[in-house]
């Protein structure tokens, strides 16, 4: 499981290609860990009915979003559990 979607998409940096998506913004997640988050929510999207998540997938920027809010919510409960 998981790895079938790393191999398609940029994930933390970016590039030319019009379909990168947009990058966290506070992510403190090392790439390698970010790279296994994506993978697991794309794989639980798909799960319950998301289907052919891709860069052309109509709905991918909003995807994107949604995957970068939990990432960075995640961050956050990090933060606030080492504070």
Known sequence: MGSAHSDKFI?????AS??????????????????????DFY???EKYGVKNIDGDH???????DKRNNIADFIDELK?????
């Open 79 to 83: 933060k606030e559990i080492k504070s």
């Open 11 to 15: 994930v933390k940096v970016g590039g």
């Open 43 to 45: 794989d639980l999207l």
């Open 18 to 39: 019009s379909k990168v998506p947009p990058i966290l913004k506070r992510s403190i997640m090392k790439d390698s860990d970010f790279i296994t988050f994506q993978d």
């Open 58 to 64: 109509k709905d991918f920027n909003k995807i994107c």
